[in-house]
């Protein structure tokens, strides 16, 4: 088996290994690394159906981690892949009437984050130590919600790491914002920034590209690196699940081997969808990959226009972490339909002087949105059919893969990729099935949901509004990068 090298998006000739693009997180030149090129399965699909979740992790991500043993891939996957979820499946695929829902939030934070972020620390720590990399590592990370809590779950008291997050003030649930501002370990810092995830996400990018003050930082023993989905190694583990889904969709009789199928999925940074865009091309049958956008859709322009333009309002909806106009990932996708790298660099040019750009729309992809009435009608329309409670992320995919099937008359098998459990955004989820819960508590929310659902309250959120709150900062979004030089080196 060939070594998978990586590179940047954006011009760069330098190639790194898989473990090096992990600790550094970012290209030098600001863009993101990717796979020289994308390599096929060594397995076939009838051998998958075998595997538990952990054995095909080892076998999607030692095609893509090639610098990494067999007893390091082992490892991290071990170690990620245990009890932490409240299910053996890890990730199963559950029916509510004719469809079919994709889980992914069994872990500790009750998100889709977890599936990445519970092997990054164990890969970053890895790949710190094949590198030679002896400085503390700075996790610095931009959320609108769940990447925060799942990736400060990792990493705390993580040795040789710090990790810096930040947050919307006004843009993140009360669950989600609870869950980070009570979280305990002396190497995790948390701040609110008045401003918008797009705000935050910016800056911290700019962070990764400030030479002078990388290297002002690494003389003080620290090096950056992130935990968002611009990193591959959150970015790789991703594509396991997809896998997963398929072997449990032939398992139930859904489909059979070899057999296309449709994913449909809630999007925001573009990273989980663009998962699924790579595990296709390993050799996934994949038909489409169905785009779905909440009233922030600017993806859904574009696959629909050709033009991605962030010049507009930015809204907030009861899907937070959704709610995004500069989708990072994409620019991953335009480099693998054209390979150009100086096409990539100008247009990234373009997006961050005019706010947007023209490019060739993949038509492996379909993009639809739904509204946020249309989002709260989804979820109360599954509810009364089926009592199955998805949350606002996973009822814009639902609503959105009913549009696309009524538009395009295409009844390929379809996955909804289910990216938060219902109670993580329990208050909109409650009011969307009956308006007498219109101005609820947030936290007596959990309750009444349990009670409406039939379903306990997760462990990780059980009388999470009894724990003390650690981190209280708040902070202009223009003193994001002041306010970690003085975190780090005062």
Known sequence: MSDIMYKSTRGSEKKVTASMAIVQGIAEDGGLFVPESIPAIDFTLEESLSYDYRELAYRVLRLLLTDY????????INNAYDDKFDTKLIAPVVSAGKYNFLELFHGKTIAFKDMALSILPYLLKTAARKNGVKEDIVILTA???DTGKAALEGFADVEGTRIIVFYPETGVSPVQKRQMVT????????????????????????????????????EKG?????????????????????????TQMVKSGKIKVGQEVNFTVP????????????AKHMGLPVNKLICA?????VLFDFFETGVYDINRDFILTPSPSMDIL????????????????????????KLSKEGKYSFEVNKEFAGEYA??????????????????????????????????????????????????SPFKFAKDVLKAIDEKYEGIDPFKALEELEKVSKISVPAPIKGIDKRPVLHEDVIERENIEAYVKKQLIG
């Open 69 to 76: 043993t067999e007893e390091e891939l082992r490892f991290c």
């Open 143 to 145: 959320t609108s919600g």
């Open 183 to 218: 979280q305990v370990g002396k190497n995790t810092k948390v701040v609110a920034i008045k401003g918008n995830f797009d705000d935050a996400q910016s800056a911290v990018k700019r962070i990764f590209t400030d030479n002078a003050l990388k290297a002002e930082l690494k």
């Open 222 to 246: 620290y090096v950056f690196s992130s935990a968002n989905s611009i990193n591959i190694g959150r970015l790789a583990p991703q594509i396991v699940y997809y896998f997963y889904a398929y």
């Open 267 to 278: 999007t925001g940074n573009f990273g989980d969808i663009l998962a699924g865009y790579y």
């Open 293 to 297: 956008s909440n009233d922030n859709k």
């Open 326 to 349: 500069i989708s990072s990932n994409f620019e991953r996708l335009l480099y693998h339909s054209c390979e150009d790298t100086e096409k990539i660099s100008s247009v990234m040019g």
């Open 371 to 420: 509204t946020t009435s249309q989002t709260l009608e989804a979820v109360k329309e599954l509810f009364e059919a089926t009592n199955y409670v998805m949350d606002t992320h996973t009822a814009v995919a639902y609503a959105s893969y009913k549009k696309y099937v009524a538009n395009t008359g295409d009844n390929t098998e379809n996955v909804i990729v289910s990216t938060a």
